[in-house]
Nanobody, 124 residues
Framework: QVQLVESGGGLVQTGGSLRLSCAASGGTSRNDAMGWFRQVPGKEREFVAGINWSGDRTGYANSVKGRFTISRDNAKNTVFLQMNSLKPEDTAVYYC?????????????????WGQGTQVTVSA
């Protein structure tokens, strides 16, 4: 059974930084594309960033472009999301997702496995 476990969330002030990690186990493949999504109560889960299987292609939502960086360490089956210059509107539960395909998608329905989420709160 594939498991994705996020960590690194917390409370940070506006302008601060956090680094999220997603550890994959139980059958995930190094050929899987990975993505980060976020969700606030009452809204749909939204795409934040994606990375293809080899790590040489990434994509970001316009709202985080230039502030967030996604990366992966396939040797450790871990994906990261470095978040800088955080804003109150970045407050959400952040989810890691794995897609059984080489390339990421910005559609949540394209992903096969999900983590339990980690809360990120940015205070004004």
């Amino acid at each position: 059974q594939v498991q994705l476990v996020e960590s690194g969330g917390g409370l940070v002030q506006t302008g601060g930084s956090l680094r999220l990690s997603c550890a994959a186990s139980g059958g995930t493949s190094r050929n899987d594309a990975m993505g980060w999504f976020r969700q606030v109560p009452g809204k749909e889960r939204e795409f934040v960033a994606g990375i293809n299987w080899s790590g040489d292609r990434t994509g970001y939502a316009n709202s985080v472009k230039g502030r967030f960086t996604i990366s992966r360490d396939n040797a450790k089956n871990t994906v990261f999301l470095q978040m800088n210059s955080l804003k109150p509107e970045d407050t959400a539960v952040y989810y890691c997702a794995a897609r059984r395909a080489l390339y990421y998608s910005d559609y949540a329905s394209a992903y096969n496995y999900w983590g339990q989420g980690t809360q990120v709160t940015v205070s004004a």
